[in-house]
């Protein structure tokens, strides 16, 4: 990879992107638990730095020493990028339509989570069902062979035994 190109690639179960800058590796940080920490951009991947966060300009990330909560990840506005995106990207101002949203948000995880636990469900009694059906169909047969070889061992006892004379000895 040459400096200063950027790559999507698939790792731990999502995508991520990568970009090589004087030498080294860097993936863009993507995890919840950096939302609140605007200055973590990047993560160092390999070498003596793998692991040290960095910020939008590469410069080692410093944690914040003040008692205060971080100050939030910036949002978009309308005013800012309604220009450079599409309006289902941006994000409300109003208190109530972010409610309203948060609202309609939480009902659609509900139902798709009830729907999701449906399914597994539904997954579930089949696989059930699949299991029991396997099982008799192989007790059916050990039951068909066991009465099977029942029914040999009979025959061949019959053939072996001296049958009865009929004829009586003068």
């Given at each position: 990879?040459?400096?200063?190109?950027?790559?999507?690639?698939?790792?731990?179960?999502?995508?991520?992107?990568?970009?090589?800058?004087?030498?080294?590796?860097?993936?863009?940080?993507?995890?919840?638990?950096?939302?609140?920490?605007?200055?973590?951009?990047?993560?160092?991947?390999?070498?003596?730095?793998?692991?040290?966060?960095?910020?939008?300009?590469?410069?080692?990330?410093?944690?914040?020493?003040?008692?205060?909560?971080?100050?939030?990840?910036?949002?978009?506005?309308?005013?800012?990028?309604?220009?450079?995106?599409?309006?289902?990207?941006?994000?409300?101002?109003?208190?109530?339509?972010?409610?309203?949203?948060?609202?309609?948000?939480?009902?659609?995880?509900?139902?798709?989570?009830?729907?999701?636990?449906?399914?597994?469900?539904?997954?579930?009694?089949?696989?059930?069902?699949?299991?029991?059906?396997?099982?008799?169909?192989?007790?059916?047969?050990?039951?068909?062979?066991?009465?099977?070889?029942?029914?040999?061992?009979?025959?061949?006892?019959?053939?072996?035994?001296?049958?009865?004379?009929?004829?009586?000895p003068s």
């Amino acid at each position: 990879m040459r400096d200063g190109a950027y790559v999507i690639f698939f790792r731990n179960n999502h995508f991520a992107v990568a970009h090589k800058r004087d030498e080294q590796l860097y993936t863009l940080v993507t995890d919840q638990g950096y939302l609140n920490e605007p200055d973590v951009v990047w993560e160092c991947l390999g070498g003596a730095r793998d692991g040290e966060f960095v910020t939008a300009t590469f410069t080692p990330f410093q944690a914040h020493v003040s008692s205060a909560p971080p100050p939030l990840a910036p949002t978009l506005t309308v005013e800012s990028s309604s220009a450079a995106l599409p309006a289902d990207f941006l994000r409300t101002s109003s208190d109530d339509e972010r409610r309203a949203a948060d609202s309609a948000n939480a009902s659609t995880l509900t139902e798709a989570f009830a729907s999701a636990t449906i399914d597994t469900d539904a997954d579930y009694a089949a696989a059930l069902q699949l299991q029991f059906d396997a099982e008799d169909e192989e007790r059916r047969r050990r039951e068909a062979a066991s009465a099977s070889e029942r029914q040999r061992v009979v025959a061949n006892l019959g053939a072996s035994r001296p049958q009865p004379s009929t004829t009586i000895p003068s």
